[in-house]
């Protein structure tokens, strides 16, 4: 297995709080990796740095055994590192294939619909994408970081708001997406990253607290007693 | 490009050709005016409309083209067109520094930097008064408006032919627009107006984007500016005052903001509007205020955009 992305020291302070603190993360290629942890523990911070939106304290990224650290968030994009937003962000106003020709760079072209039939919401790709129901607005957001065509799809929070019927599309969605890409799912729903990752990274006060397959996280002592409670 | 988008294009400029032939004087006048500035508001709409950048500030482009045609005529000695050339590679430059710098800022900060960056201008034009001679402002001799082109002797003191060159820059205008919002930039531009983040999270450079949209914008408000200068033998601080840069604003919200042939609209409606309301009163500004309001109110996204949004949904 071949390491896809690497963080060594990553660190970010705000102020005196230190949300992520040396983290040392390694991702392998094909895999799907869940990083849970309770509220406040640094998940969407420790992303946030991954995909470039906010720029570490100290430490490096590697992606593909290149350096990132220093790239602004786009050129991130452009190698590989796809971000779905925790908090639904489409265009609102343009159309559903509209939104996926500019994930796809085909802007105002005729982009493939593959990504919209393969989170099917092929049917509606005329429709204005501010008018679909929520969880198709969450669908359209991953169908987007699907047509970016990415090594390393992380998708922050995705069943956040979603119905338990839509949270069993959506296994079958990332089990069929993992076939092809490296997913790094950050996640609350204990059932679901059980059920999906391969490997589960448990961050608490923005250092990492365990790391292992699903069974040995589960029965993890300071796992359980940090996060997962008795159950 | 669709066939009715290149039929609808075509017919207002070939509708603008034949005007010349029945106008009044006083009406070709007009019409040379609005066509000029409505090149400067077609360049606005680029950055207002479509990347949804609003600029406070695009006064100091078009007085950039405005001085520059003038001063290069007047004082440095250079024939018309090497006055445009000149007036473009300024709108490109200054529009490229300032950009550089107001679109470090974004939202409201960005409408107070361009605003301030304007006055300063406008202030310059002022202090520099021996040179730009302030308020009063630069006549240029019908001497140097004559020049040769082609083995042809032009006369930009001919009103008819004034027409027709202002005519031939605003038909490029509003083929350099379409081809800009038909392509790749264009859309990118109005996905950075629709939802900045997700863009750059898209992976595109999306200050590379912005400094492209400002640039063009600017420099389409310079050369309006150094046509208007060129044609109309006159260049004034007036000009470069805020008003200056309000106008574009108002001209494409009225029109409507995002299509392509909203702000010529609303340049021409405004000067209609104006001309009407001072025929019967003294104060045309509050009849043209009232007009705005009820615009506001009843058609937000403008003239063309409102009949885009219920009728034709493809015009560009």
Not at chain 2, 47 to 58: D, Q, V
Request: glycine share 10%.
């Amino acid at each position: 297995m071949t390491v896809l992305l690497e963080t060594r020291g990553l660190s970010k302070n705000f102020g005196g709080l230190k949300a992520v603190s040396d983290v040392n993360f390694r991702v392998e290629k094909g895999e799907v990796r869940a990083v849970i942890g309770p509220n406040g523990a640094g998940k969407t911070t420790f992303v946030s740095l991954i995909s470039g939106r906010i720029a570490p304290s100290a430490g490096t990224i590697l992606f593909e055994g290149e350096d990132v650290t220093e790239l602004p968030a786009y050129a991130r994009v452009q190698k590989g590192i796809a971000y779905t937003f925790q908090i639904t962000s489409i265009y609102q106003n343009l159309s559903v294939a509209e939104n996926v020709a500019l994930a796809a760079h085909q802007p105002g072209g005729r982009a493939s619909l593959e990504p919209l039939a393969r989170v099917g919401l092929a049917d509606r790709a005329s429709q204005i994408a501010g008018t679909l129901a929520y969880g198709h607005q969450r669908l359209l957001e991953v169908a987007m970081g699907l047509a970016l065509k990415p090594k390393l799809l992380i998708l922050d929070e995705p069943t956040q708001g979603l119905s338990d019927a839509e949270i069993d599309n959506f296994i079958t969605l990332v089990r069929d997406v993992a076939r092809d890409e490296t997913v790094l799912l950050i996640e609350h729903n204990m059932p679901l990253v059980m059920e999906l990752a391969h490997r589960i990274t448990v961050l608490d006060r923005g250092s990492i607290l365990a790391e292992g397959t699903p069974q040995e996280v589960h029965a993890n002592a300071a796992v359980q007693a940090a996060y997962l409670g008795t159950g | 490009m669709t066939a009715r988008v290149l039929l609808l294009h075509g017919a207002v400029i070939v509708a603008l050709f034949l005007l010349q032939f029945v106008a009044s004087d006083y009406a070709v006048l007009t019409a040379t005016r609005i066509m000029v500035l409505a090149v400067y508001a077609l360049g606005y709409n680029i950055l207002f409309g479509y990347a949804g950048l609003l600029s406070l500030g695009h006064a100091m482009f078009f007085a950039t083209g405005l001085y520059a045609a003038a001063l290069g005529v007047t004082r440095l000695g250079m024939a018309v067109p090497e006055a445009f050339l000149f007036a473009a590679v300024c709108g490109v430059i200054v529009s490229t520094v300032i950009g550089l710098i107001a679109l470090r800022a974004s939202g409201v900060a960005f409408m107070i930097v361009t605003l301030m960056f304007s006055q300063a201008a406008f202030l310059t034009v002022l202090y520099f008064g021996d040179i730009t001679r302030g308020d009063e402002g630069i006549v240029i001799k019908d001497d140097q408006r004559v020049f040769s082109l082609f083995g042809h002797v032009v006369n930009l003191a001919d009103p008819v032919l004034r027409y027709n060159i202002a005519l031939v820059f605003l038909a490029l205008a509003i083929a350099a627009c379409l081809a800009v919002v038909r392509s790749k930039i264009g859309h990118v531009l109005v996905a950075i107006r629709e939802n900045e983040n997700r863009t750059a999270m898209l992976g595109y450079d999306v200050k590379r984007y912005k400094l492209i949209a400002f640039v063009l914008s600017g420099s389409f408000a310079a050369f309006s500016g150094a046509a208007y200068a060129l044609l109309f033998a006159y260049a004034g601080s007036t000009l470069a005052s805020i008003q200056y840069s309000i106008h574009p604003l108002l001209w494409t919200l009225l029109g409507g903001a995002a299509t392509v042939l909203g702000p010529v609209l609303g340049t021409a409606l405004m000067f209609l509007l104006v001309d009407f309301a001072s025929g019967f009163t003294s104060a045309s500004l509050l009849f043209v205020g009232v007009v705005l309001i009820l615009l506001v109110l009843f058609f937000p996204k403008g003239i063309l955009g409102t009949l885009r949004q219920r009728l034709w949904r493809w015009l560009p």
